[in-house]
């Protein structure tokens, strides 16, 4: 497990304090090159620690945890601190560990959408309760709140024409001088080959995503909101 913040000795290198911590946790030293390789830092091998940024720290914490390869892996808030090119590294190095290594790794963390990119299952704890626990798909689908279309601006006041003659029961609002939003689960696929086969233009359609945050919040105040 990484407790928030990597325990690591900066006057020595990387190498050195997996071969400490081997000693200290009564682990065989081997391997170690291979697990800097897995965390990335295979060429900071033998470069002392108080050397690296926040984001090799926390890798070469992850690396540290590593040692004896765990099945199951423990991260608490592994990319607070990290600097926008830290996140996206610890987001893909998490995602080779699980995918390629065989790792399941359990992440506490407040921060939404990084969780939102990297998880496949979701709990939600307060107060030391466990108050919900669902899939990705099951967010996905619970925060999916219906279509929007962009269409070049002279086709606008057509395809709004044209979407209530062929969804006649769904609220079709204007967002701006080319773009709609429809309030219900319609199938992009359709509503794209339906507004094509009209002669409109369409420049981009997708599905709209309620913050996840509020689901979150909802979920916390037993579906009360705030």
Not at 141 to 154: I, K, M
Not at 200 to 219: A, P, Q, S
């Amino acid at each position: 497990m990484l407790i928030e913040k990597p325990g690591i000795y900066e006057h020595m290198t990387a190498l050195e304090n997996l071969r400490y911590f081997s000693l200290l946790f009564g682990l065989p030293s081997k391997d170690h090159n291979k697990i800097l390789e897995m965390v990335g830092l295979q060429d900071a091998a033998k470069k002392k620690a108080r050397q690296f940024s926040l984001g090799m720290k926390q890798r070469l914490g992850i690396a540290i945890s590593l040692l004896g390869h765990p099945d199951f892996l423990i991260l608490d808030e592994p990319i607070n601190g990290l600097d926008p090119e830290g996140v996206y590294e610890m987001r893909k190095m998490l995602e080779t560990l699980n995918r390629e290594h065989g790792t399941t790794i359990m992440i506490a963390s407040h921060i939404l959408s990084e969780l939102y990119k990297l998880a496949t299952d979701y709990a939600i704890i307060d107060s030391r309760c466990l108050i919900d626990e669902f899939s990705k798909e099951t967010l996905e689908s619970a925060c999916s709140s219906g279509v929007q279309v962009s269409v070049e601006p002279e086709y606008l006041e057509g395809a709004q024409a044209l979407i209530a003659s062929r969804y006649p029961d769904v609220r079709c609002e204007v967002l701006s001088h080319q773009t709609l939003r429809l309030y219900e689960k319609i199938n992009p696929a359709d509503l794209n080959q339906f507004l094509v086969e009209n002669k409109v233009r369409v420049c981009g359609l997708g599905t709209n995503d309620e913050d996840i945050e509020k689901f979150f919040v909802e979920k916390l105040s037993g579906g009360h909101g705030v």
